[in-house]
């Protein structure tokens, strides 16, 4: 169903406000994503307010740490009751093993299910140039981001945040039974803001993409929850 593959990302500044919006979208959307911003400033309460709402939480903190503090923090993660997490890819195969290895422990004692682990490649905001110069990494980044990929399955991660444009090299490394999440999505009818490489809804699961991030088409419309049902139409014609 197209309504489990969408997902809104609530940047916004405090638990009012996101709870308005998780209110008004529940009906059609069901996974909110919680990054930095509102995390750092409602703390964990927060999962537990969307969740009593009735939705699913994808906790967006990109976890980069030695090995075993991102375990650790994976099984708090899944104490949470996360749907999804995810953790840098550049922390390494360790790292991330033992994550998935941790949380599968911690939810099997809990009973419950495993968060989905998605690793994240390159951030999107990193350029060819930067690769090279202020990462010293010398591999062009369409190789990187497919190295990385496959890192992170090789680990046991499920999938991996990837901008639109890079699902083709990550299908080719990886297969079809890796989850592909995107953000930088925009419909026709709403503005790019800072996102540069987008693509639409409808070309995004086109593409294969499984879930998609989408924030502020929705969050700043005039009217979100037609926004939001806008979306899913374009997203059911193309699947
Ligand atoms: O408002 P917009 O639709 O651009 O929001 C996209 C969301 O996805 C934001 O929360 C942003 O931080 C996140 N994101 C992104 N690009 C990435 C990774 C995450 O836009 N490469």
Same mark, same amino acid.
């Given at each position: 169903?197209?309504?489990?593959?969408?997902?809104?990302?609530?940047?916004?500044?405090?638990?009012?406000?996101?709870?308005?919006?998780?209110?008004?979208?529940?009906?059609?959307?069901?996974?909110?994503?919680?990054?930095?911003?509102?995390?750092?400033?409602?703390?964990?309460?927060?999962?537990?307010?969307?969740?009593?709402?009735?939705?699913?939480?994808?906790?967006?903190?990109?976890?980069?740490?030695?090995?075993?503090?991102?375990?650790?923090?994976?099984?708090?993660?899944?104490?949470?009751?996360?749907?999804?997490?995810?953790?840098?890819?550049?922390?390494?195969?360790?790292?991330?093993?033992?994550?998935? #290895? &941790?949380?599968?422990?911690? @939810?099997?004692? =809990?009973? /419950?299910? !495993? *968060? +989905?682990?998605?690793?994240?490649?390159? $951030?999107?905001?990193?350029?060819?140039?930067?690769?090279?110069?202020?990462?010293?990494?010398?591999?062009?980044?369409?190789?990187?981001?497919?190295?990385?990929?496959?890192?992170?399955?090789?680990?046991?991660?499920?999938?991996?945040?990837?901008?639109?444009?890079?699902?083709?090299?990550?299908?080719?490394?990886?297969?079809?039974?890796?989850?592909?999440?995107?953000?930088?999505?925009?419909?026709?009818?709403?503005?790019?803001?800072?996102?540069?490489?987008?693509?639409?809804?409808? #070309? &995004?699961?086109?593409?294969? @993409?499984?879930? =998609?991030? /989408?924030? !502020? *088409? +929705?969050?700043?419309?005039?009217?979100? $929850?037609?926004?939001?049902?806008?979306?899913?139409?374009?997203?059911?014609?193309?699947?």
């Amino acid at each position: 169903m197209v309504k489990d593959k969408l997902i809104l990302a609530l940047d916004v500044d405090g638990r009012d406000e996101a709870l308005r919006v998780v209110n008004q979208l529940k009906g059609s959307i069901s996974i909110f994503k919680v990054g930095l911003q509102l995390f750092t400033r409602e703390g964990p309460e927060i999962i537990r307010l969307v969740q009593e709402a009735g939705a699913n939480v994808f906790l967006d903190a990109k976890y980069h740490d030695i090995p075993n503090t991102v375990a650790n923090a994976g099984r708090m993660a899944t104490r949470l009751g996360v749907y999804m997490f995810n953790v840098h890819a550049m922390g390494g195969y360790e790292m991330m093993a033992m994550t998935v #290895e &941790a949380t599968r422990k911690m @939810a099997e004692e =809990l009973g /419950v299910r !495993r *968060p +989905i682990i998605l690793g994240v490649t390159i $951030l999107t905001s990193i350029d060819q140039k930067m690769l090279g110069r202020e990462m010293g990494i010398g591999r062009n980044m369409e190789d990187e981001i497919a190295h990385l990929a496959s890192l992170a399955k090789k680990a046991g991660l499920d999938g991996v945040v990837a901008s639109p444009k890079e699902i083709g090299i990550i299908r080719k490394a990886c297969g079809q039974d890796f989850i592909i999440l995107t953000p930088g999505i925009r419909p026709d009818w709403a503005g790019k803001d800072d996102q540069r490489r987008t693509m639409t809804p409808g #070309e &995004a699961v086109q593409s294969g @993409a499984n879930f =998609l991030v /989408v924030g !502020r *088409p +929705i969050l700043q419309a005039a009217d979100p $929850l037609k926004a939001a049902n806008k979306i899913l139409e374009e997203m059911e014609k193309a699947s």
